[in-house]
């Protein structure tokens, strides 16, 4: 009997192709992919994923070209990882169920399509995806100031961090390859980076400046037809074939691959939810419960051509930018996690996952910022894993003067030596995460001296 291939050693052959320039032939998945395959072992692989999607093969000169079918440009594509079961996010049981069902082959699921009921059974006030406990919980987590402050005044305040922390990982999410450094280097310096398509570096410049619209605007913005629309406008800016797409309602059909779901194809009936959506985020009193409706039903609406849940993921910010509590940047929260959460949404109408993922995310998210002062429990097991190893590479950084580039190539290349594989992708975000933190007031727990830290700030760019 052939030995199963299971889904970590598919990942490892994926993450290769992902690690390529755009088209990447056998030759260069092979010298990417470790520990190293044998030749016709890789080509079994390769034909398994594209088979199931989650690869596009090409014919070229010189041979066969893959590339990896990103969801960031297609609303697709589910990279299935075992991202929880690592204990990234604790999901509970009706969590685990959804999950279960969603990673069937696709020949194993009902094909479904948009169900109005979902969205008209939901009363404002009265329904609540979230708990009264939940989002007390939330609320104390994500409270900034005890006094009434101008709306935004907290999200500006934090906003240098937070438009290189929203910016990567919302577009980490839609399958981006963007580093943490290189996405800091893109926005503070407008120097994009080697190898990367342009529209990774597009996708992440046009966070940018929907982060900036959401914090100009404050006082303005809400769940109305002009801040969801110009959302859209700003993040899919030169990135639709139709340029006349950017802020306006589809009037056509869209399939997302990946899925048994079909959403509404009547412009009419897109149009009539689209509203019903709006009125109802606008009428719920909690800000939680708020920001994780539109997080549900924006998605599941598909109410534009592409680029709805990143849409989506701004959008929950509104409410806490008007409020002044913590944004959600969704640190840390594993591409396959969040995904795979919103297929159970559009294939079950079940939020049991996605809610995991949402009270996991924010509770990193304040950490983050430091937004409140409260424990969210023990040290962090990884990180005192790799203390040592953190300690070492930071301060290499930092003595040998690199900048940002070099950092960035220094870092991957040593993680690729030092880190086991399964924990490579996590250890690179921590140190980069790190450098990127550094001050005058935190630089000595590297051991490096004053002198070595003024010189390699200089150089930090």
């Known amino acids: 009997m052939p030995k199963r291939v299971t889904e970590e050693e598919l990942s490892i052959v994926l993450a290769a192709v992902a690690g390529g320039r755009g088209l990447t032939s056998l030759e260069e998945i092979t010298r990417n992919v470790w520990p190293a395959l044998p030749r016709r072992t890789l080509q079994r692989r390769l034909s398994m994923l594209v088979e199931q999607g989650q690869l596009v093969a090409l014919s070229a000169r010189g041979g066969r070209r893959y590339r990896v079918d990103y969801p960031d440009l297609t609303e697709s594509s589910i990279i299935q990882e075992t991202s929880a ?4 996010i604790t999901l509970s049981a009706a969590a685990k169920q959804i999950r279960s069902e969603i990673k069937r082959p696709i020949s194993a699921r009902r094909p479904v399509g948009y169900q109005s009921s979902f969205l008209e059974d939901y009363r404002p006030n009265v329904s609540a995806y979230l708990s009264p406990a939940v989002r007390k919980q939330l609320s ?4 900034t100031s005890g006094d009434p402050l101008p709306a935004g005044t907290h999200f500006r305040k934090v906003m240098s961090r937070l438009l290189i922390d929203l910016s990567w990982n919302s577009s980490r999410l839609e399958g981006n390859t963007y580093s943490l450094l290189e996405t800091q280097r893109l926005l503070e310096l407008g120097e994009t ?3 990367k398509r342009a529209e990774e570096s597009q996708m992440i410049l046009n966070h940018k400046a929907a ?8 006082d303005e913005i809400g769940f109305n037809r002009y801040t969801i629309c110009n959302l859209h406008a700003q993040l899919s800016d030169n990135l639709l074939p139709d340029p006349a797409a950017c802020g306006r309602l589809r009037g056509h059909a869209v399939a997302i691959s990946g899925t048994v779901f079909h959403p509404l194809e009547v412009p009419q009936l897109i149009e009539a939810r689209f509203e019903d959506i709006l009125a109802k985020a606008s009428n719920i009193d909690d800000a939680f419960e708020q920001a994780f409706f539109v997080m549900v039903h924006l998605p599941y609406l598909q109410p534009f ?4 849940k990143r849409v989506s993921r701004l ?20 591409q396959a996690d969040y995904v795979n959460a919103i297929i159970g949404v559009y294939e079950l109408n079940r939020v049991d996952y996605l809610r995991d993922v949402f009270i996991w995310a924010y509770e990193r998210s304040c950490a983050r910022y430091s937004a409140v002062r409260q424990s969210l429990g023990e040290p962090d097991a990884f990180r005192l894993k790799n203390r040592q190893r953190l300690i070492d590479m930071v301060s290499k950084v930092i003595t040998d003067g690199m900048n940002k580039k070099v950092a960035t190539s220094f870092i991957r290349t040593q993680a690729a030596i030092l880190v086991e594989p399964e924990d490579r992708s996590r250890f690179i975000t921590m140190t980069e995460t790190e450098l990127a933190s550094l001050h005058e007031g935190n630089f000595a727990r590297y051991r490096v001296r004053p002198s070595e830290f003024e010189i390699w700030k200089k150089t930090w760019r």
């Open 305 to 308: 051509e592409d680029v709805n």
């Open 140 to 143: 104390e987590m994500g409270m």
């Open 85 to 88: 079961e690592r204990g990234e």
């Open 193 to 195: 980076a080697d190898g």
């Open 315 to 334: 959008a929950a910010n509104i409410p806490l930018v008007q409020r002044n509590l913590s944004p959600l940047s969704f640190v840390d929260v594993p």
């Open 211 to 218: 982060i900036e619209m959401l914090a100009q605007q404050a």
